[in-house]
């Protein structure tokens, strides 16, 4: 029954979910759905029942589509948003803790220092610094938190 109704059903996503490639996404859905749907008791109205299956699964998409773009939007507000400038008094925190940041970063010990650069500077995945450097990849997850702790220690003044 699914196969002969397959192109009502589809029209009738595309109405619910507002594009026809997304009907058939959930029309794939709703194949799956009733692979699994039992026959115990009776469904009575087949056809009935595939239609309320089909409107129920668009209806999910769509609200699972709009909490997602409502997650989207309120985490591209919090990253993007302004952000009011800091007073003097901050900017002169804010500079010298970011002078400790960088001398503790000038005076890494080697290969920590190289290490650090490539992994997180120069983007390279641990996988790759590994093997530039020829080194296990244990090597060097160890030396990217030592150099994190060690920068984190100068920003907190430490």
């Known amino acids: 029954m699914l196969i ?7 029209r009738r996503l595309a109405r619910i979910v507002g594009s ?4 058939e996404d959930v029309a794939q859905s709703l194949y799956l759905r009733v692979q699994r749907v039992e026959d115990d008791p ?8 595939l239609f309320r299956l ?7 998409h769509v609200r699972a ?17 302004e952000l009011a400038p800091p007073d003097p008094e901050q900017a002169a925190s804010l500079n010298i803790e970011l002078a400790r940041v960088l001398k503790a970063a000038a005076t890494l ?5 190289s ?5 997180r500077f120069e983007g390279l995945r641990q996988s790759e610094v590994a093997a530039h450097q020829g080194v296990s ?15 984190r220690r100068a920003r907190d003044g430490e």
Do not use: G
Request: hydrophobic share 45%; net charge positive.
């Open 4 to 10: 002969a109704e397959r192109p009502m059903l589809v």
């Open 54 to 60: 089909a409107s129920n699964l668009a209806v999910d």
């Open 65 to 81: 589509e709009q909490s997602r773009a409502r997650m989207q939007a309120e985490a591209q507000a919090l990253l993007w948003s």
């Open 42 to 49: 009776p469904i009575n109205n087949k056809r009935s029942f």
């Open 109 to 113: 010990p080697e290969p920590t220092k």
């Open 115 to 119: 290490i650090f650069r490539l992994h």
């Open 137 to 151: 990849v244990t090597t060097v997850e160890k030396h990217v938190r030592r150099a994190l702790a060690i920068l």
């Open 20 to 23: 026809e490639p997304v009907a």
